[in-house]
């Protein structure tokens, strides 16, 4: 019998719902994001990212089941991420949940938003394991192996601050609007790389750093302003993109040497970064690797990642009972 998961995503700044079909088949996905008024204030403002999922929930899942042409009881399960995100969001969808499992006497499932990432890959392709997983997000950067559904092994995570936490930062004092990533990539294409800036080099661990770059570059904006010289914004975005993203091909590749797993998935809101994207496909073709990336909607937060992320645990019945809560951290 077919499989429907109403899935639910509010951790961060977009509140969004979609119906799921066999943990692949995206029925219908909604999504209403509130970056326009978090750009106001140069970042995400938690409180006001709260209140704005409280607003949208009822008009979000009204339009998700209209798309479809749906309705509740029809469904086989009701998912909802739990955690990492901003606690206040997360509960939001959270209670959400639960009403209409309460009310529809559905299972509710619990899903990682990470691992909802991840599963984004399974959506128009077919992952197969073993695999590597690289998540990079505004939160997170890690590198994994997958050896099947929801089995992990952790090689590696930033010591510090995340890939696309310094995507942000850097367009901040390079006078770019939030979100900063696609703004960086954007202004990257028009510069060439004539900054020297520093790699960090941890070449024997599976661990990445962002930390001294970001301060490389917020140093180098703020010394040529005191000097008052211009700096060159293309060329630095550009020399930024590039050492960022050797930071994540050289832990790939070392992952391609030693492990001998011969497929890739990328992951979460920087995977939508065509750079990253054209230097992960020449090292899956150096290693003769084969290399999964999810479509551009499904690389940045939405719903239907979370119905095929949830679909493996209604499977194997692994349902969350009523005390399932919202959690800040939640590394996989
Ligand atoms: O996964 P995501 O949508 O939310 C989190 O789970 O954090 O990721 C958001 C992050 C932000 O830091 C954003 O700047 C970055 O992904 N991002 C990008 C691009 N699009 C989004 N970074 C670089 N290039 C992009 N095109
Ligand atoms: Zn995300």
């Known amino acids: 019998m077919d499989v429907y998961i109403l899935a639910i995503e509010s951790s961060c700044d977009e509140t969004s719902m979609a119906i799921v079909k066999n943990g692949k088949e995206v029925i219908s996905l909604v999504i209403a994001s509130q970056m326009d008024t978090h750009a106001l204030y140069g970042g995400v403002v938690p409180e006001i990212a709260s209140r704005m999922h409280t607003e949208a929930i009822t008009m979000v899942l009204e339009e998700t089941l209209k798309k479809a042409q749906m309705k509740i009881e029809d469904m086989s399960a009701i998912a909802v991420t739990c955690k990492p995100g901003l606690t206040g969001s997360l509960i939001v969808g959270i209670e959400a949940a639960k009403t209409l499992a309460l009310m529809y006497d559905k299972p509710l499932i619990g ?32 590198l994994l192996i997958m050896e099947d559904d929801y089995k ?27 979100p900063g990533g696609p703004n960086v990539e954007k202004l990257a294409l028009e510069g060439e790389h004539n900054y020297d800036l520093p790699h960090p080099v941890m070449d024997d661990t599976y661990n990445f750093s962002y930390s001294g770059l970001k301060s490389a570059v917020i140093n180098l904006v703020h010394n040529s302003k005191q000097r008052g ?18 930071e994540l091909t050289r832990k790939v590749e070392k992952a391609f040497r030693e492990t001998n797993i011969k497929r890739l998935v990328v992951a979460g809101g ?8 054209g230097e992960m496909q ?13 479509r551009l909607l499904y690389c940045t937060d939405n719903a239907a990642m979370i119905g095929a992320a949830a679909y493996p645990l209604y499977l194997r019945k692994e349902f969350s009972d009523f005390s399932l809560n919202a959690s800040s951290i939640g590394d996989i």
């Open 111 to 142: 899903v990682n938003h990470l691992i909802g990432h991840i599963y984004a890959n399974n959506i128009e392709n077919e992952m197969e394991f073993p695999m590597l997983a690289l998540v990079v997000s505004g939160g997170h950067t890690e």
């Open 152 to 178: 992990f092994k952790k090689l590696g995570e930033t010591l510090d601050d995340a890939i696309g936490e310094c995507y942000d930062k850097v367009a901040r004092v390079l006078d770019l609007k939030y």
């Open 229 to 246: 010289e211009e700096i060159n914004r293309a060329d630095l975005a550009c020399s930024f993109q590039e050492v960022a993203i050797d």
């Open 270 to 277: 920087v995977s939508a970064n065509k750079y990253l994207k």
């Open 282 to 294: 020449k090292l899956c073709d150096k290693y003769e690797a084969q290399l999964l990336i999810p």
